[in-house]
C-alpha cells in the first residue's frame, strides 16, 4: 500500500558506535532522507559549551523516534556513570518514552562489513550485557550488510511512524470524508468499546466516533513525556476528556477518555469550542486514532500502559448536551471535583 508522508519531517536520533558502524550509519541517514524525514546523529552536533552527554540529552529530547544500532564495540564511556555514551542515551530514550527501533549486527555473517581494528575486546561483558538489556524490552532486527540494514529501515520506520500518526496512507486519506451516516459513527463506537477492552489489537487504527467533550483544554501543563509517548509535538498539543456516545453499552458510558489534538487538528478542536461558547457538553463528530502507548502517571516516575485517542481530522460540530452542561455548571458551583 502506497504511503504519503507529511510535509513536516520527523526528527529522528540515531544512536550507535562509530567506528565500526559509520557506514551503517550512512545508510541509515540516506534512507531517512528518502522518506523526507529530518537524521539527527552525533557527526552533525557542531561545537558546544555543554558537556557531549547534555549535547547528546537535548537532541535527543528534540526526537520523536530513536534508530539504535549495535555492533561489535561497547563505545566510548562516560566516566561518572561508566557506562557508553550508546547506552546513556537507549537508556534516556526509555525515560523520555521514545520509541526505538534496535538493530543488531549478525556477527556470524560472513557479510558483515566491519573494520578488524573496531572490534572491543576490552568491554565484550558490557557489551553482552547491554544487548541483554535491549533484548529484554524490545524486538530485535538483526542486520549483514548495509542494503540489509537500509531495507528494515525503510520498512521499519514508516510503519513505526503511521502507529505515532505521523503518516497517512492512502486508504486513511480516502477514508476521511465529511459525509458520515449515523450508522458508521455507531460502527466507530463500537469498535471504540473492543479497543478499550483489548487496546493493543486495535491500536493505531482511524475510525469516526461522535464523541462529547466533558472538561476544559488542557495546553502546555500535560506532561512532555505523556505527549512524545503519543507521537505529538511538545508545546503544540491540547487535550481533554471525553465520551464517547452512540456505543453499544460494553464498557462503562461515563467513563472519560483522554483525546489529543496538535496541529491542525487542535486549531479544528479549538474553533469548534469557541463557535459554540460552551467546552462541557460541547458534541463534535471527528477522526480519531486508537493509541496505546507508555505513559507516566502521577508526580512520580512512574510509567503505565494507556488507552486515548489522538484527534486526525475534523467532521463536524453536532450540538451542546445541554443536560450535562448544567450538571457540570451546577457541580462547579457546588465545588464537586470533575472525576
Aim: proline share 3%; glycine share 8%.
Amino acid at each position: 500500500m502506497p504511503t504519503k508522508l507529511k510535509k513536516n519531517p520527523i526528527s529522528i536520533f540515531v544512536s550507535s558506535t562509530y567506528k565500526d558502524l559509520s557506514a551503517y550509519r550512512n545508510e541509515v541517514e540516506q534512507k531517512l532522507i528518502s522518506m523526507e524525514q529530518a537524521y539527527k546523529g552525533m557527526e552533525y552536533f557542531g561545537s558546544s559549551s555543554t558537556t557531549p552527554l547534555e549535547v547528546c540529552k537535548q537532541k535527543l529530547s528534540e526526537c520523536k523516534l530513536m534508530v539504535l544500532l549495535i555492533g561489535v564495540s561497547y563505545g566510548s564511556i562516560e566516566p561518572k556513570s561508566g557506562k557508553s555514551f550508546t547506552e546513556i542515551e537507549y537508556d534516556y530514550a526509555e525515560e523520555l518514552s521514545i520509541p526505538i527501533l534496535c538493530y543488531f549486527a549478525d556477527t556470524s555473517s560472513s557479510n558483515l562489513e566491519i573494520p578488524f581494528d573496531a572490534v572491543d575486546t576490552t568491554n565484550k561483558g558490557k557489551l553482552d550485557a547491554f544487548k541483554e538489556k535491549i533484548r529484554a524490552d524490545h524486538l530485535v532486527s538483526e542486520f549483514t550488510t548495509t542494503e540489509d540494514l537500509g531495507a528494515k529501515v525503510l520498512h521499519d520506520v514508516p510503519a513505526e511512524l503511521e502507529k505515532l500518526s505521523y503518516l497517512s496512507t492512502s486508504e486513511s486519506k480516502k477514508a476521511v470524508t465529511t459525509d458520515i451516516s449515523v450508522d458508521i459513527l455507531i460502527q466507530g463506537a463500537n469498535l471504540f468499546e473492543k479497543f478499550w477492552l483489548r487496546p493493543q489489537k486495535l491500536a493505531g487504527k482511524l475510525v469516526p466516533l461522535r464523541l462529547r467533550i466533558n472538561k476544559k483544554l488542557s495546553g502546555w501543563k500535560v506532561k512532555d513525556e505523556l505527549i512524545r509517548s503519543i507521537g505529538l509535538t511538545v508545546g503544540d498539543t491540547v487535550s481533554t476528556e471525553v465520551s464517547i456516545q452512540l456505543g453499544a453499552g460494553l464498557i462503562d458510558d461515563d467513563g472519560d477518555t483522554d483525546l489529543f489534538a496538535d496541529g491542525e487538528a487542535a486549531d479544528w478542536l479549538i474553533d469548534q469550542i469557541q463557535a459554540t461558547g460552551s467546552v462541557e457538553g460541547c458534541i463534535i463528530d471527528c477522526y480519531v486514532r486508537f493509541v496505546y502507548s507508555r505513559a507516566p502517571v502521577g508526580g512520580g516516575n512512574k510509567m503505565v500502559n494507556k488507552a486515548s485517542l489522538v484527534l486526525a481530522n475534523g467532521i463536524g460540530f453536532v450540538g451542546v448536551d445541554k443536560n450535562y452542561a448544567i450538571t457540570r455548571q451546577s457541580e462547579m458551583q457546588l465545588g464537586i471535583p470533575m472525576t
